[in-house]
Nanobody, 120 residues
Framework: QVQLVESGGGSVQPGGSLRLSCATS??????????IKWYRQAPGKERELVAH????????TYADFVKGRFTISRDNAKRAVLLQMNNLQPEDTAVYYC???????????WGKGTLVTVSP
């Protein structure tokens, strides 16, 4: 069973920054075969994709609403994926979830999420 643990959430003022981490229970070799996505879900809204990084880490994609502000990266040696979030705005308030999917597999794994609150 793949375990994902998100951390780094908290409360910040508009314009502030946070760095989220998604730690996995995978070995380094196995982790390299997983693409990782960050999703978020705001109160009363559907879960939405925020950012994605491919299994080798050479491809990253972002939702339009975070482009230029968020950066996703992976540390294969630590088997973790980071989400650096800058210039946070109140509309970024949500629970942020990590999702892992192995190449050539349909199975997906989810963490329990970490709460990000942006308010004056």
């Amino acid at each position: 069973q793949v375990q994902l643990v998100e951390s780094g959430g908290g409360s910040v003022q508009p314009g502030g920054s946070l760095r989220l981490s998604c730690a996995t229970s995978l070995s380094e070799f196995t982790f390299n075969n997983y693409a990782i996505k960050w999703y978020r879900q705001a109160p009363g809204k559907e879960r939405e994709l925020v950012a994605h990084i491919s299994s080798p880490g050479d491809i990253t994609t972002y939702a339009d609403f975070v482009k230029g502000r968020f950066t996703i990266s992976r540390d294969n040696a630590k088997r973790a994926v980071l989400l650096q979030m800058n210039n946070l705005q109140p509309e970024d308030t949500a629970v942020y979830y990590c999702n892992a999917k192995r190449r050539f597999s349909s199975a997906e794994h989810w963490g329990k999420g970490t709460l990000v609150t942006v308010s004056p």
